[in-house]
Each structure stands twice: as C-alpha cells, then as structure tokens.
C-alpha cells in the first residue's frame, strides 16, 4: 500500500546528509589541496580514497531508485491515486492501520536491506582501496 514511504523517507534524510557531508568534505579539501601543488582529478581514481559523500551517493541513488520503482508498482495497482487522500487505504480507518503496519514493518525491512547492501559496497570499496594502495606502495590513511 504504501511501503514506499520508509525507503523515500530515508532517500531524503540521505540527500541532506550527503549535501552537508560534500560541503564539509570540499572545505578540507581546498584546505589540504592548499598546501599542495597538484590538485587531483575528480573523475580519475589519483591514489586518494573515494570520498565519504561519493559513497553516501551510492545509498542516495538506491533509496531514490528503489522508491520510484515502488510508487510507480502501488500506481499502476491502484494503491496510489492522484487526488486525495493519494493513498487509498488512507480512506478508511481499517485500511489506515494495515497501511501503517506495512510501512512500519515491509517498509522498514527493505530500508535496512538497502542499507545494509549499500555497507557491504562501502566495505568492498574500501578494502579495493586499501589493496590498491598497498599495491602501488602509497602511503595514505585510510
């Protein structure tokens, strides 16, 4: 009915995390980038880890893909409609609690596996990174 809403919710909560994390991240980076000569490219991979806010990108497209795939399935049965109340078990008290029970436990359950798969590529990537820097014996803390 309307599991959508935990994934959209926490897609926004991350869109103004992310937004904060970016402008605190390029406020030390023009500090540390300051005292050195050459400024590295965003696009290529230099030997820096992948900033936090690159990474917290990736959980923001997931939540925000995920939910429009969701709303557009509760669309397309009829769930959601576009005059009010937009959700159709809003209508009724007894549909509302049921709407609420989902949200509170389907819901919820697909944010934490989003999450949880977003972590595990977190992890992944840093232990690419890791390795790579290993490899190339650069020397960065990580």
Known sequence: MACFAAP???????SVA??????KEKTTSVVSNASTS????????????LPFAKKLGWLENLLWGG????A?????????VPFFPFLTAASNPESLSEMIREIATTGVCMSILVT???AL?????????KRYLKKTNLKIAL
């Not at 939910?67 to 969701?70: E, P």
């Not at 557009?72 to 959601?80: L, M, N, P, R």
């Not at 590529?121 to 990174?129: G, H, I, P, R, T």
């Open 8 to 14: 959209l919710a926490e897609a926004i909560v991350v």
């Open 18 to 23: 992310k937004k904060v994390i970016e402008k």
């Open 38 to 49: 050459t400024q590295p490219s965003s696009e290529s991979f230099s030997g820096e880890k």
């Open 67 to 70: 939910s429009a795939l969701l």
């Open 72 to 80: 557009f399935e509760h669309i397309w049965h009829g769930e959601v």
């Open 116 to 118: 949880g798969v977003w």
């Open 121 to 129: 590529m977190v992890a992944a990537s840093v232990f690419l990174e």
